[in-house]
């Protein structure tokens, strides 16, 4: 191209150089006559004017080829390939958590220090024809192979999407953060009591240029904490949660404060051999608490009839200081034998972080730019956390539905930890968490102080 454009400015400089530079002996032995100099004029005109021509074809052609080449990147936020219109993308993403998890002292020495891949996680997200979502996530994580998420979206207008598939249901804020942007390497206690993962259809999006999100939908209805991949009874759950940022569209420091509600319903009733109830864990992921269950209609305490979820929850961010807070009850009528009875359990939590080294902090996580270079005397970025917890279970459940000797009936939780963010893809994390009991010992006694000093080395990209 560059060498059509030298010829193109060769043949205007011969041209100007013949039409104004006048040559004493060509005026008097070679002077044209006027007939003449008009048609070699005429001829550079058009010749000038087919290699604009050319030119504009060229620029044409270049044009064409650009919006039908695929552009292909790979960086810190992953890997990415789309049409040259935007119109279909296949990004490719993950994560992987490498953990220890050593306990102190107890009585029973019951509890293993361990190494483990807490999360294994490859995700495939894209783009189809403009208006189609799609999302894949696995996790191979503690040896075995789940599918996460696997979900469509469509959305034909930016204030409403319509999802179908295996997604996380909408009502724990801790629950609904990804995995990689946890401010501890587990979520709370409150966790313990909303879906994790569910089956369904939700109409969800965001108004107000981000200041309202909301998400409804019908979904099959899991225990609490718990994913499933069939549903084995008729019953459904509907799910709802409303989240406001009533400052978001401001540049004041209330910005990044929100509040919310989130509220599911349904009717679940189950059998000896699938009971539909769940168990609680602590924060070192030990079971704590569970209903009665000896595979005899006698023994075993099942779902019988209305499961209801109610979780207010709120969040406020200012520069490098985050708080996060919610407050679950969950109440299902259950049944044994011949005993039926409602009942609610609760947990809430506070959490609260500071990033030292001044980064802006998010719901989705910290802002980082500086990277691990001690060369440049660059360490990175680092947080501190704190977070206080509870989990109470209704005290109508023991002696009858669950057993005191095995079973706790309140933990409270306190835990700190620090998170050193070497770059945006690599973080390790230490924390330490103690628990106490109410109840879950033989005799009526107290189970044993939970204390669990906990790391994690995380590639995310």
């Known amino acids: ?9 060769r043949h205007l400089c011969m041209a100007g150089l013949i039409y104004f530079i006048p040559t004493p002996a060509l005026t008097q032995s070679m002077t044209p006559s006027d007939s003449l100099l008009q048609q070699r004029l005429e001829e550079i005109d ?3 004017r087919i290699l604009e021509r050319k030119w504009e074809l060229a620029q044409e052609d270049a044009t064409a080829k650009s919006k039908q080449t695929a552009v292909a990147a790979a960086g810190k936020d992953g890997f990415n390939l789309k049409s040259a219109d935007g119109n279909f993308q296949l990004k490719l993403r993950g994560y992987i958590q490498s953990d220890a998890r050593f306990f102190g002292a107890d009585d029973q020495d019951s509890y293993p220090n361990t190494f483990l891949m807490r999360r294994i996680r490859p995700i495939f997200e894209g783009t189809l024809d403009k208006h189609f979502d799609f999302y894949l996530m696995m996790d191979f994580g503690g040896g075995s192979a789940t599918v996460q998420d696997a979900y469509i979206d469509f959305h034909y207008v930016p204030q409403m999407r319509l999802r179908f598939g295996k997604m996380k249901g909408p009502i724990g804020i801790e629950r609904l953060q990804s995995g990689a942007n946890l401010l501890f390497m587990e979520r709370s206690l409150p966790t313990n009591l909303v879906p994790n993962r569910d ?29 499933a991949d069939t549903d084995v009874e008729d019953g459904k759950d509907i799910m709802a949660r409303l989240f406001l940022l009533p400052f978001k569209n401001n540049d004041g420091w209330l910005q990044n404060f929100g509040f919310g509600l989130a509220r599911s319903s349904g009717i679940q009733n189950g059998t000896v051999s699938a009971p539909a109830l769940t168990s609680y864990k602590t924060p070192a992921q030990l079971t704590a608490f569970r209903y009665r269950s000896d595979g005899t209609a006698a023994g075993t305490v099942i779902a019988n009839g209305k499961r209801t979820r109610m979780s207010p929850q709120a969040y406020f961010y200012n520069g490098p200081f985050g708080i996060l807070a919610e407050y679950v009850i969950s109440e299902q009528v259950v049944k044994l034998d011949a005993a039926n009875r409602k009942l609610g359990n609760s947990s809430w939590q506070v959490a609260a972080s500071y990033m030292l080294t001044g980064q802006k902090l998010t719901f989705k996580g910290a802002a980082l730019s500086n990277s691990f270079n001690p060369k440049e005397n660059s360490w990175g970025a680092f947080e501190l956390a704190a977070r206080l917890s509870n989990l109470s279970v209704d005290e109508n459940s023991f002696p009858l539905f669950a057993d005191n000797a095995k079973s706790i009936q309140e933990i409270n939780s306190i835990g700190v930890g620090i998170n050193w963010y070497l770059n945006k893809n690599i973080k390790f994390s230490l924390n330490y968490e103690q628990s106490t009991f109410d109840r879950g010992a033989a005799k009526e006694a107290d189970r044993v102080q939970e204390k669990v000093i906990s790391s994690r080395l995380q590639l995310s990209y």
Not at 2 to 9: D, G, L, Q, S, T
């Open 199 to 227: 089956l369904g259809i939700q109409l969800h999006g965001e108004l107000a240029q981000g200041a309202i999100t909301y998400a409804v939908g019908l979904f099959n209805g899991v225990v609490d904490g718990a994913s």
């Open 1 to 9: 191209m560059e060498n059509k454009m030298v010829r193109i400015v």
């Open 46 to 48: 058009q010749k000038e």
